[in-house]
Structure formats: C-alpha cells, structure tokens
C-alpha cells in the first residue's frame, strides 16, 4: 500500500521567513500529487496540484511544490511566509484504488508569529 | 454553488448510540468519499461511491455504514458508537469525468463519543 510522509509535524516561523515542508511519497507509479490547507475551523482547500509535465507547480496564496521523481518527493515552499498562512497543511497522492483515492500525510501544522 | 455541504457540525454521542451524518454535493459529482481525521494521522478513508447505488469501503470502514441513493447524498452511519469513533469526519466528492483528481471537501463533523 501506497503511504505518504511529512516529517515535519509543527513549525514555527516568524513572518517573512522563507517555508519549506517536506513530503515523501512511497508509490512507485504514475502519480498525481496534491497539496491541501486547513486554515483554522475550515475545510481543507487545495492549494496546488501535479499531474503531469513541467516539475515546478505554482498554486494559490504565493505556494509552489516541486515533484522530484528521483526522490519520491513533493515539497512545499513559500520565499516569504505571513501571519494568515498559519494553518494546517497535507500532501496527499492519488491512489489507483478505492475510487481513486487520496492517500494523505499526517499534516504539518505551520504557526506564523506576526 | 453550495458545493459540499455536511450536518451536524458537532455532536456528542454517548456509547452504544447511534447517529446519521449527513453529507450533500450540489455539483453533480459521480464520487463521493467519507474520511476520518485524527490528529497527527492526516485522513483516512472510511467508505466511497462511485455513483448513486454503488460503495465499497475505504480503509477503516469497521463500525461505519453508507448509503448512497442519490448522486447529491451520500449520508454515513454509527450504529453503536465507540470511544474510537470520537474524531473530525469529512465528505468530499469529485467529478466522474476528466483527469483532475481533485476533492472538493466540506466542512466537517467533529464527532465526541464518550
């Protein structure tokens, strides 16, 4: 079975300073990649997404993710991070299973200090 | 749109009961998907649909039943709560055709067993 990881589990960071948060995908196929956020009692919202081509995806809100093939990964980055980025975040791959679903991570949960 | 609307948004359940949550998609989405979070383990599938008339189960379907008799609703039953059924549970759905993926989620049930 497919998993995917997110080693971080929180961080901290100080508005402007720049954000990565990893995560590590076993599936050795095909794959389609997805990052979500889950801003304080919302629903989680897809920031960005990989399907095919260029590695380098740009989504809403200033993120970008870039798909390493080599190395099973999907990081997110943010140059200059603000106080409303604080919220939850999850990778997630799709699985040729069960209906094509999401397999996520255990979320990062990012808090930015004004 | 409404897009994916769920009731309640909290509830209390003590042990043995039993309680209906209710999950409705206005986008005429082929799929439907129920997942639980808890913290720290991301979501995980617990039922799916791929249209009105059809599930199967996700990964941690044990305690949990669905139904789905219309494309619109895909409500997901506790017949005998559990303390380990205290959790967030979120619906989402997605369209049948094209190569997205994407899930569009709503805003979830917290759900204490006690």
């Known amino acids: 079975a497919q998993s995917v990881s997110q080693h971080n589990h929180h961080v901290i960071l100080s508005e402007a300073a720049s954000l990565e948060l990893g995560c590590n995908y076993s599936?050795?196929?095909?794959?389609?990649l997805f990052w979500y956020v889950q801003y304080p009692g919302q629903h989680l919202q897809l920031l960005l997404k990989?399907?095919?081509?260029?590695?380098l995806v740009k989504g809403i809100k200033g993120f970008e993710a870039e798909f390493i093939k080599s190395k099973f990964s999907f990081n997110l980055r943010k140059p200059s991070v603000q106080w409303s980025d604080t919220a939850e975040y999850f990778c997630a791959v799709k699985s040729p299973n069960a209906g094509n679903m999401l397999t996520f991570g255990g979320g990062t949960r990012l808090m930015v200090k004004p | 749109n409404a897009g994916v609307t769920q009731t309640p948004k909290f509830r209390i359940l003590k042990i043995g009961q039993s309680m209906t949550l209710q999950c409705t998609q206005d986008m005429n989405h082929n799929y439907m998907y129920w997942y639980r979070q808890d913290p720290g383990m991301g979501l995980k599938l617990i039922y799916y649909?791929?249209?009105?008339?059809?599930?199967d189960k996700g990964e941690v379907p044990n305690g949990y039943n669905v139904s789905r008799s219309t494309t619109e609703d895909f409500p997901l039953r506790l017949e005998l709560a559990a303390p380990s059924q205290t959790s967030v549970y979120f619906c989402a759905s997605r369209p049948g055709s094209g190569n997205s993926y994407e899930q569009y989620f709503g805003p979830g049930t917290r759900l204490t067993v006690t």
């Open positions: 649909s791929v249209g009105a008339g059809i599930t």
């Open positions: 599936y050795g196929g095909t794959v389609n």
């Open positions: 990989y399907f095919s081509g260029d590695p």
